[in-house]
């Protein structure tokens, strides 16, 4: 029996699954924060990601490293009392499990216990194996992340399209089969080629999401300031804008302090 979305209470890991065995793609955005996560989850979407990009839209930084786990439970926590329906992945944020195991186990189940999601998220292939095993052998499942991985920055030096030489295209494929058979149940793909994407797709069993990796993976996921158009300076290719609520916000607080400073706001209506 096929699944439907209003057959659905919950998404699970199980569902996405069924979602890329009969070609349903899979719709996931970020969120941070109670309201907005509110909102995305009312819309329908499938996964909501709590993603370290908060260290960007939220906090203002450069990059996602200065984010803490600290941080990254408490946006987690916001999120996941708003959400009914979707399935809610948490970033582990940088230096919280990379080169050791154990430090990585610890994060991922402050992460669960503390913020009631669904499932983390981890950057890295092979050089995190250790890690990732370890942490679904305590029964948190975890989502891969190749490609362009935005903790590496400072490694890679630019935010450029990743694994468009054959050396490192033949690594990201390998990196993405370790992950599933590790017992991964999703991987991002981020900012490589789409035919790359596609032949990855196909190779594994699990599903793929897709950020600037084209149109054939499993499902696609934005930053949702960048796709609601609150974030202006990020324009990369790979993003289409939904709305221009950067605009609107703007307009709506140049009309109130234009009523606030000509004694028009509040009005008497609005006062008792």
Do not use: W
């Amino acid at each position: 029996m096929s699944i439907h979305k209003s057959e659905i209470k919950k998404i699970t890991t199980h569902q996405l699954q069924a979602m890329k065995d009969r070609g349903e793609k899979i719709s996931m955005l970020t969120a941070y924060d109670y309201s907005m996560a509110s909102l995305v989850d009312e819309a329908g979407i499938d996964i909501i990601l709590v993603g370290d990009s908060a260290s960007n839209v939220m906090a203002g930084h450069e990059t996602t490293l200065p984010i803490t786990l600290d941080q990254m439970i408490y946006h987690a926590s916001s999120v996941v009392r708003a959400v009914k329906r979707a399935f809610v992945a948490v970033d582990i944020p940088f230096g919280s499990y990379q080169g050791n195991s154990s430090e990585a186990l610890r994060s991922a189940i402050r992460i669960m216990k503390e913020s009631g999601a669904h499932s983390v998220k981890m950057e890295g292939g092979a050089e995190i194996k250790e890690s990732v095993t370890r942490i679904l052998s305590a029964g948190v499942p975890v989502m891969g992340h190749l490609g362009l991985t935005p903790q590496s920055i400072y490694k890679f030096g630019t935010y450029s399209v990743r694994a468009k030489e054959e050396e490192e295209a033949d690594k990201l494929i390998e990196d993405a089969k370790l992950l599933e058979a590790c017992g991964c149940y999703a991987i991002v793909l981020e900012k490589i080629p789409a035919e790359l994407a596609k032949r990855v797709s196909e190779e594994i069993n699990i599903p793929t999401i897709g950020i600037g990796a084209g149109p054939h993976v499993d499902g696609q996921v934005l930053v949702i300031h960048d796709m609601l158009g609150i974030t202006t300076e990020f324009k990369p290719r790979f993003l289409r804008q939904y709305a221009d609520l950067g605009t609107t916000i703007k307009d709506a607080v140049t009309n109130y302090v234009k009523d606030v400073k000509a004694k028009d706001f509040p009005n008497d209506k609005e006062s008792y």
